[in-house]
């Protein structure tokens, strides 16, 4: 169970302000061309998220649940904010959809596979065969697919401890984009105790109330510290 140090302590902001990211080109081209220039305010801003969920821990920090109340855009960016600026501090990193309701980072990724986080934990595949590099971002991923099993059912397996315990052997940092906290059964059932979570927050769209219920139940997720990230801000809000 988790521990009461990480269940009792309040959430606290690592980072408020993040922009946007723009999604013209769709989301993986627009990374890649603003992620290029080392000036760019999103740039800046995945650096500085980075930096502060390292200054603001309690220990150092090798794994990263992101969860919100709503699938994909908030937590989805950033999520890969984090993944690339972990990157840029000469870390391995392993990007996971975590999120087997919507896949909602394997989709915005472009990423079709027949392996999968999913088949990973059913024995189905090996994690070295299921990974692809991401060579816009400098990161691994684990894409997974859509399943109708809730996630805690999925995650709360003796598999999943070992598959988990193997992510953080081979990678320095690994960050879980979770599924959407609507209902008890959204919560990741973590085989093991991770690091940090972080809970972003989407201005002027996440309501007080769903917010609050999805940080009640991101509490009883295994995390040794809890964080929150408000993002959708535009640069000149920032």
């Avoid at 990263?64 to 690339?84: E, R």
């Avoid at 991401?134 to 691994?140: E, F, Y």
């Amino acid at each position: 169970a988790p521990t009461r140090e990480a269940t009792d302590r309040p959430p606290r902001p690592i980072f408020r302000k993040p922009p946007r990211v723009p999604t013209k080109m769709g989301r993986m081209g627009s990374l890649r061309n603003v992620l290029r220039d080392s000036s760019a305010t999103l740039t800046r801003s995945a650096r500085t998220l980075r930096n502060n969920v390292d200054l603001n821990s309690d220990l150092s920090v090798g794994s990263i649940v992101v969860a919100s109340d709503q699938p994909g855009g908030v937590k989805t960016n950033v999520s890969m904010l984090l993944a690339w600026a972990a990157a840029q501090k000469g870390r391995s990193c392993l990007l996971v959809d975590a999120d087997t309701r919507t896949a909602s980072l394997s989709r915005a990724l472009g990423h079709r596979r027949t392996t999968s986080l999913v088949s990973v934990l059913y024995g189905e595949s090996t994690l070295e065969d299921s990974i692809v590099t991401m060579g816009a971002l400098g990161v691994s991923m684990l894409p997974t697919e859509t399943v109708g099993a809730d996630p805690a059912m999925i995650f709360d397996s003796y598999r999943a401890k070992l598959v988990v315990e193997e992510m953080l052997r081979e990678f320095d940092v690994v960050i879980f984009d979770a599924p959407a906290l609507r209902h008890e059964s959204d919560a990741m059932a973590l085989p093991v105790i991770l690091d940090l979570g972080l809970y972003a927050v989407a201005s002027g769209k996440t309501l007080a109330r769903d917010a609050d219920r999805g940080l009640e139940i991101f509490r009883k997720t295994k995390l040794n510290d809890i964080g929150a990230v408000l993002t959708g801000l535009k640069p000149r809000d920032i």
